[in-house]
């Protein structure tokens, strides 16, 4: 079993920045690849950032260049660092983790409002 559990959520002015961490325990070999999606208001699951086991990055086209990922493999931890927040970037940011299974967190609110 793996448990994910995420945190560094709030609230924060436009503007702004706010990170994120996520880290996965339990019983699993190996760790994949890691990322964050969030889910806005009354909207579907949308993929905002990912990062394979080596380092290559995935991103939205809407939070390129003002989101940045990375993650500590001996940590399992992954991070997302969010610069220059918009209020469309409101939402409950979820971590994902395969190993090499789908394995969610619980999510954390990330509200962006002045």
């Known amino acids: 079993q793996v448990q994910v559990a995420e945190s560094g959520g709030g609230l924060v002015q436009p503007g702004g920045s706010l990170s994120l961490s996520c880290t996965a325990s339990?019983?699993?070999?190996?760790?994949?690849?890691m990322g964050w999606y969030r889910q806005p208001p009354d909207r579907e699951r949308e993929l905002v950032a990912l990062i394979a086991s080596r380092g290559t990055t995935k991103y939205a086209d809407s939070v390129k260049d003002r989101f940045i990922i990375s993650r500590d493999n001996a940590a399992k931890t992954v991070y997302l660092q969010m610069h220059n927040l918009k209020p469309e970037d409101t939402a409950v940011y979820l971590c994902?983790?395969?190993?090499?299974?789908?394995?969610w967190g619980q999510g954390t609110q990330v509200t962006v409002s002045s």
């Open positions: 994902l983790v395969m190993t090499p299974d789908p394995n």
């Open positions: 339990g019983s699993f070999l190996n760790i994949d690849a």
